[in-house]
């Protein structure tokens, strides 16, 4: 009889044991401008917490499978998205995010990279970007809202749409500074959190400021989330003080201080 007693309460122990795990497992979903901010702090979390978290890479928009909002439209889960903040407005829209659950967390300015090895080159001014990208035989730009702006906006302002059709290129998918570093072309764009973790390439500079496009980044909570509580917790730790020094070492900047909101329903 105590042999079976014994049995019961460790059968009963392994049962509460695995309901804790699970209810402390976040699926976080993540675009790549905050990545790497994330891959120190996500980790710092799930230690301090207790948590276990699964991290699912996309884009923030596009038409890849891969992209967040494509993900969830077919059904994929998740707890938390962190992702471009227009992108995510757009989820709120569709009603896939839990309203009052987004926080702001990071802002991401656009910068430039060259091949490591090759000549320097400057874009700390106007002139000296114009001067660059007309010299520069090949220009690449990634497929998220930095790349939107070159292409679109950066290029018109600069007067240069007609010299730069047929050399600037949209990357798809994968690091604009991982085509630079193999060769393919010779000047690089998009946010400056995804070209630094990149090697092979020397990093020039962000855009100068009167023609910069700052890339706000946000996370929310998905509405099917059945960890609401843990996943504000979360996000509200990515947005504290404490955390900032390392967002900046990521080339971005911290969003000036904003009351967030303790209370998911």
């Known amino acids: 009889m105590v042999k079976i007693h014994h049995a019961l309460f460790a059968l009963i122990m392994v049962c509460f044991c695995s309901a804790s795990a699970q209810a402390k497992a976040l699926t976080v979903m993540i675009s790549g401008g905050f990545k790497t901010a994330w891959e120190t702090l996500g980790p710092r979390f799930a230690a ?3 948590y276990s978290i699964k991290t699912v890479s996309g884009p923030s928009m596009g038409n890849t499978p891969q992209a967040i909002p494509a993900r969830l439209a077919r059904g994929e889960t998740a707890d938390v998205v962190i992702m471009v903040g227009d992108a995510l407005s757009e989820l709120e829209k569709q009603g896939r995010i839990l309203p009052g659950s987004r926080v702001e967390l990071a802002d991401s300015p656009i910068g430039a990279v060259i091949k490591k090895g090759d000549a320097p080159v400057s874009i700390k001014t106007v002139a000296a970007l114009r001067a660059a990208l007309l010299d520069a035989p090949s220009v690449a ?5 930095s790349g939107r702006y ?3 906006r950066l290029f018109n302002t600069l007067g240069i749409e007609k010299e730069m059709q047929g ?4 990357v798809e998918r994968i690091p604009v500074a991982s085509q630079v570093a193999d060769g393919k072309y010779t000047l690089g764009f998009q946010q400056v959190s995804e070209l630094l973790p ?19 980044f946000a ?6 989330s059945a960890h609401r509580h843990e996943a504000k917790d979360l996000l509200n730790y990515l947005a504290s003080p404490a955390v900032q020094a390392v967002v900046r070492s990521t080339g971005l900047h911290s969003v000036a201080p904003v009351k967030q909101s303790s209370t998911v329903q």
């Open 167 to 170: 050399k600037a290129h949209k």
């Open 48 to 50: 301090q917490e207790g």
């Open 219 to 224: 996370g929310a909570v998905v509405v099917t």
């Open 150 to 152: 070159v292409s679109i």
């Open 141 to 145: 730009y990634s497929d998220s809202a």
């Open 198 to 216: 990149v090697p092979g390439v020397t990093f020039i500079g962000e855009l100068p400021a009167s023609v910069q496009y700052i890339t706000r």
